[in-house]
C-alpha cells in the first residue's frame, strides 16, 4: 500500500517544506506562455522577453513553498513584479500653483477632450478648485466645440479663441484670464498629433515651454498595440511629461500598452478612464488590477495565493524543528497528508514536484491511499501519534483491527515512516530545507 | 514609378500619380524602415533560412502588430515555401515573403481598386460607417465625400452621430469643406431617425452615394451595438438591400483588439470593407494581416494623414511593395 506512494509523498514533503526550487528547466514551458500571454495582450515584444527574463533570472533557485508546481509559482511572481513595476511611485496630480497649469498631449483620437472635461470635472467637484479649460486644438474640425459643449455640461467655463490659430498664444492668454477670474487650475486640450510629425512636436514643445505647467500628461488609448512603446518615447523626450492616462479601459483591451509605457518611459500611471460619459468614468490607477488584466491567469494567481495562505509558515518551521530532533510524529503526518488534500487531486499535485511529474503519469494514485494510512492512524490514541516508539505489538494488533488492515500492513506503513523521518533528517541536514 | 503606372496609370494624371505616390511612400516610410529592410538586413549573407533568421522575423512581425498566429502562419509558409523553392539571396527570400503576405490578404477578397468609385449601379449607394471612439470615421467620410464628388459624384452626407460632443458640427465643417450636402437633425436626437431621413431624402434628391456617419463606441457595450444593428435595419425601410457598403474604422495604432473589434462590429452590422487610418504614424498597421487573416472582409482604404485628399485606395501590390522598397 505505502511502497509507491512513498517516493512521491516525500515528494510532496519536499514541495511542502519549501525544498523544490525554481529551475530553468521546471519553469520553461510557463516563462514561453507567459511571455506570449503578454505579446497577446500587445505588450511591446522585445519589453515582454526582456521582463520575463530578467524575472526569471531573479526567481531562480527560489524555494517553491507550497503545493503549488514551480510553474505556477512563476505566474504569481511574475503577476507580483508587474503589478510592482506599474504601481512605482504613483504620485498625486499636482495642482499647487496659482493657478496650476496642466497640458495635455496625446495621438489623434486618444480620447484628450473628453479626459479634459473629466479631468476639470474631478479638479471642481472633487478637490475643490475652479478649473478653466482651455480649447487650443485650432485644426481639427469642431474640436473647440467639442470642450465648448464638455465644459457647459459639467459647469466649466471654456477659454477660447476661434481667430487665433496659435496654441502659443491662446494658452497665455487663457493663462491671463485664469488669474484675473481667480480660476486656480487650467487644463489646456491640445490637438492630437503623431510623434513624427516634427512640425506639430515642435508646436505642443513651444506651447510647454511657454506655460510652463506643473504638470504635463500624455494620454494613451489603452487599445494601442506594439507602437506604444515609439509614441510614448518620442513625446516623453520632447515634452518630458509627468504622468500618463489610460483612455477607453471600458473596453475589453487587455491593456499591454500600459506595461509598454510604463517600462519605457517609466512614468506613472496617474489617471485610467472608463466611458463616454464625464462623470463618475474617471478612476485612480489600480497596479494590481492593471497586471491582472494584462497577463489574464488570474485564476493561478490566486490559486497561488490560496496555497500561500494555507501554508503556514509558523507551521513549517516548527515542523522542520521536530525533524530535525527526530521527533515527526503521526499526528504531524496527517496534518501534512491534509495539507497536500487542501491543494486539490495529489496526482495532480505529485505532478507539479520536478522530477516526479514523469514518474506519477502511470500510477494509480487516488484519495484511497490516503484513506488507508489516515484510517491506521486514526485508530491510534494520542499518546501513540505523538510517541510513534511506544508502538509494540500489541498496540498495532489492536490498530490493525481497528483500520480494517492486516498487521503486517500496519507493520510496514511504521517501517517506512520511520524511514521516511530518516530521509526527511538526512534532507533537512544537507540543508535544502533552509529558506 | 512602377507598380503606381501600372494601377493608376489610366484613370489619374501623372500629376496626381506623383502626389499619391510621395503620400503613400511618406506615410509608409516609417513603417518600411522597422520592418522590410529588417529583414533584408537579417538575411543579408546567409544562404539559409536558420532560427536565427525565423527569430528576427518574428519580431518584426509581432513588432507590427501582426499577433502571434499570423505571424507562425507566415513563418510556416515560407519555410514550406524555401523547402520548395529554395532560395538563394536576400532578395529572393524578401520576394518569397512578400508573395506569402500578398496571399494571405489576396485570400480575404481585398482586390486591387481601381478607384475609389464603388463598382455599382445602385443609385443611391449607401455607405454606413462604423467603428470604436476616435478611429477616424467622420474625417474618413470627410476624405471619402471629397473622392467621390472629385469623380463627379452627387455626395450626400448623413450626421448620425447625435452623441459625442459637436459631432454633427464636425461634419457639417466636412461637408461645407468639400462642398457636398448634408442630413442632420439635433444632439441626442435618434442616430435610426437620422438615418432613415438621410436614406430618405438621398433618394429624393437622386444622390449617387450616401455616407452615413455613426457615433464611435466600444464593440463590448451591447446596448450600442444593437442600436447600430437597428441604425442599419431602419435604412433598409428605404432602400431594401441598403447599406450597400458598411465600412469599419480600423486605427493603424490598435494593436490586437482590433480583431475583437472586426469580430464584435460584423456580428452587429455585417461589415462590408475595411478602412485603416493614421498610417501617416509610426503604427505599422500589421494587425490587417491577422483580419485578413481570420475574416473575409476586404480592406479597402487606408488614411494616410489629417488632409481631405489623403486618403488612398488600399491596394495591395502597392502596399506591399512600398513596404519592400
Ligand atoms: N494622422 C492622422 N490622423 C487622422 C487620420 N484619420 C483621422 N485622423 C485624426 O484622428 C482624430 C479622430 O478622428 P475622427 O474622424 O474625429 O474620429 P471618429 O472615429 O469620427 O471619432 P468619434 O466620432 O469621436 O468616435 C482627428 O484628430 C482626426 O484628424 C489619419 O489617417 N492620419
Ligand atoms: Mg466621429
Known amino acids: 500500500m505505502f511502497e509507491n506512494l512513498q517516493d512521491k509523498l516525500e515528494g510532496a514533503f519536499k514541495n511542502l517544506k519549501g525544498q523544490g526550487k525554481l529551475t530553468e528547466l521546471n519553469i520553461a514551458a510557463t516563462v514561453k506562455d507567459i511571455r506570449r500571454a503578454l505579446v497577446d495582450a500587445d505588450v511591446n515584444y522585445k519589453i515582454a522577453k526582456e521582463f520575463t527574463d530578467t524575472i526569471k533570472d531573479k526567481a531562480l533557485g527560489e524555494n517553491v513553498l507550497t503545493a503549488v508546481s514551480p510553474g505556477q509559482l512563476m505566474v504569481k511572481i511574475v503577476s507580483d513584479e508587474l503589478t510592482q513595476l506599474m504601481g512605482g511611485t504613483a504620485s498625486e496630480i499636482n495642482i499647487k500653483g496659482n493657478p496650476a497649469v496642466i497640458l495635455i498631449s496625446g495621438l489623434q483620437g486618444s480620447g484628450k477632450t473628453t479626459f479634459s472635461g473629466k479631468l ?8 475643490n478648485k475652479i478649473p478653466l479649460l482651455v480649447a487650443c486644438d485650432v485644426y481639427r474640425p469642431a474640436a473647440i466645440d467639442q470642450l465648448k459643449v464638455l465644459g457647459e455640461q459639467i459647469g466649466v467655463e471654456v477659454y477660447t479663441e476661434t481667430e487665433n490659430k496659435n496654441p502659443v498664444t491662446i494658452a497665455q492668454n487663457a493663462i491671463a484670464h485664469a488669474k484675473q477670474k481667480g480660476q486656480n487650475v487650467v487644463i489646456v486640450d491640445t490637438a492630437g498629433r503623431l510623434a513624427v510629425d516634427e512640425e506639430m512636436m515642435a508646436e505642443i514643445y513651444n506651447v510647454k515651454q511657454a506655460i510652463q505647467p506643473q504638470e504635463t500628461l500624455f494620454v494613451v488609448d489603452s487599445m494601442t498595440g506594439q507602437d506604444a512603446v515609439n509614441t510614448a518615447k518620442a513625446f516623453n523626450d520632447r515634452i518630458n511629461f509627468d504622468g500618463v492616462v489610460l483612455t477607453k479601459l471600458d473596453g475589453d483591451t487587455r491593456g499591454g500598452a500600459a506595461l509598454s509605457i510604463k517600462y519605457t518611459v517609466n512614468k506613472p500611471i496617474k489617471f485610467v478612464s472608463r466611458g463616454e460619459k464625464l462623470i463618475d468614468t474617471l478612476d485612480i490607477f489600480y497596479p494590481e488590477r492593471m497586471s491582472q488584466r494584462i497577463l489574464g491567469m488570474g485564476d493561478i494567481v490566486s490559486f497561488v495565493e490560496k496555497a500561500q495562505e494555507q501554508f503556514d509558515e509558523k507551521e513549517a518551521q516548527r515542523l522542520q524543528k521536530k525533524i530535525a530532533k527526530n521527533q515527526f510524529d503521526f499526528e504531524d503526518f496527517l496534518q501534512q497528508i491534509n495539507q497536500i488534500r487542501k491543494m486539490g487531486n495529489i496526482k495532480d499535485l505529485l505532478g507539479m514536484i520536478p522530477g516526479v511529474g514523469k514518474a506519477v503519469k502511470d500510477i494509480d494514485i487516488d484519495d484511497s491511499a490516503f484513506k488507508k494510512i489516515e484510517a491506521i492512524i486514526f485508530s491510534m490514541t494520542v499518546e501513540e501519534r505523538r510517541n510513534p516508539d511506544i508502538l509494540n505489538g500489541k498496540r498495532r494488533e489492536r490498530i490493525a483491527k481497528g483500520s480494517g ?11 517506512q515512516f520511520d524511514q521516511m523521518k530518516v530521509m526527511m533528517k538526512r534532507m533537512q541536514s544537507m540543508g535544502m530545507g533552509k529558506r | 514609378m512602377g507598380i503606381f503606372d501600372k ?13 499619391e ?10 513603417t518600411k524602415q522597422g520592418f522590410f529592410s529588417k529583414i533584408s538586413k537579417a538575411v543579408a549573407g546567409k544562404s539559409t533560412v536558420d532560427i536565427e533568421f525565423l527569430d528576427e522575423l518574428e519580431e518584426i512581425l509581432i513588432s507590427s502588430d501582426v499577433g502571434l498566429p499570423t505571424t507562425i502562419k507566415i513563418i510556416d509558409r515560407l519555410e514550406v515555401r524555401v523547402a520548395r523553392d529554395k532560395y538563394l539571396n536576400a532578395n529572393e527570400l524578401n520576394n518569397i515573403l512578400k508573395d506569402e503576405i500578398g496571399n494571405i490578404l489576396a485570400e480575404n477578397n481585398t482586390k486591387d481598386l481601381p478607384s475609389f468609385l464603388p463598382n455599382t449601379d445602385k443609385k443611391p449607394y ?15 467620410i470627410g476624405k471619402l465625400a471629397y473622392q467621390f464628388k472629385k469623380a463627379g459624384k452627387e455626395v450626400l452626407l448623413g450626421a ?31 442616430p435610426a431617425a ?48 441598403a447599406p450597400h457598403e458598411v465600412l469599419l474604422v480600423l486605427d493603424a495604432s490598435t494593436g490586437q483588439n482590433a480583431l475583437e473589434q472586426a469580430k464584435q462590429f460584423s456580428a452587429a452590422t455585417q461589415v462590408t470593407a475595411l478602412a485603416l487610418t493614421k498610417l501617416d504614424g509610426t503604427a505599422k498597421g500589421g494587425v490587417i494581416l491577422s483580419i485578413a487573416d481570420e475574416f473575409k ?22 502596399f506591399i511593395e512600398t513596404l519592400f522598397e
Open chain 2, 194 to 241: 437620422v438615418a432613415f431621413d438621410t436614406v430618405q431624402s438621398g433618394v429624393a434628391k437622386g444622390v449617387d452615394i450616401i455616407l452615413l456617419d455613426t457615433a464611435g463606441r466600444l464593440h463590448n457595450k451591447q446596448g450600442l451595438m444593437d442600436e447600430l444593428s437597428k441604425i442599419k435595419k431602419v435604412m433598409s425601410k428605404v432602400i431594401p438591400d
Open chain 2, 297 to 318: 472582409i476586404p480592406i479597402k482604404y487606408i488614411g494616410l494623414g489629417e488632409k481631405m485628399d489623403q486618403l488612398q485606395v488600399f491596394n495591395r501590390q502597392a
Open chain 1, 405 to 415: 488492515n492486516t498487521i503486517q500492513e500496519v507493520n510496514t506503513f511504521v517501517k
Open chain 2, 126 to 140: 449607401v455607405i454606413m460607417v462604423v467603428g470604436v471612439n476616435g478611429v477616424g470615421k467622420t474625417t474618413t
Open chain 2, 7 to 19: 494601377i493608376f496609370g489610366k484613370t489619374k494624371s501623372s500629376e496626381e500619380i506623383i502626389v
Open chain 1, 120 to 127: 476639470a470635472n474631478h479638479i471642481k467637484t472633487k478637490l
Open chain 2, 21 to 30: 505616390e510621395k503620400q503613400l511612400h511618406d506615410g509608409l516610410e516609417k
Open chain 2, 160 to 190: 448620425g452621430d447625435t452623441f459625442r460632443a459637436a459631432a454633427v458640427d464636425q461634419l457639417t465643417i466636412w461637408s461645407e469643406r468639400v462642398g457636398v450636402q448634408i442630413v442632420k437633425q439635433s444632439m441626442g436626437s435618434d
